[in-house]
């Protein structure tokens, strides 16, 4: 079985910072991309950042600037969002999107379950 979990959402006030840590686990035989979505309420799902395995990134424009989206050699198959300077309305519910080809050699779209970010004060 092949998934990705997301974990490090939460509650935080305007102008404040939380990271988000998304893992993909199981049957990978390699990672094409890896990427950030979320959906605000009431509105489609978005992309927010994307990192290929080449290392290329992609933004959205509304957060250039203030997301980064990482991964470290030390960690496999897991990538980071550092988000600073957060406003509300980037509170949405945040989505790990992982695409993947198999030992088996399934190329696989995976979502996570997705992690709540509210910005608040």
């Known amino acids: 079985q092949v998934q990705v979990v997301e974990s490090g959402g939460g509650l935080v006030q305007p102008g404040g910072s939380l990271r988000l840590s998304c893992a993909a686990s199981?049957?990978?035989?390699?990672?094409?991309?890896m990427g950030w979505y979320r959906q605000p309420p009431g509105k489609q799902r978005e992309l927010v950042a994307r990192?290929?395995?080449?290392?290329?990134?992609?933004y959205a424009d509304s957060v250039k600037g203030r997301f980064t989206i990482s991964r470290t050699n030390a960690v496999k198959n897991t990538v980071y969002l550092q988000m600073n300077s957060l406003r509300p309305e980037d509170t949405a519910v945040y989505y790990c999107?992982?695409?993947?080809?198999?030992?088996?050699?399934?190329?696989?779209?995976?979502w996570g379950q997705g992690t709540q970010v509210t910005v608040s004060s």
């Open positions: 999107n992982a695409k993947v080809m198999t030992y088996s050699r399934n190329s696989l779209s995976l």
């Open positions: 199981g049957s990978i035989f390699s990672i094409n991309e």
């Open positions: 990192l290929t395995s080449g290392g290329s990134t992609n």
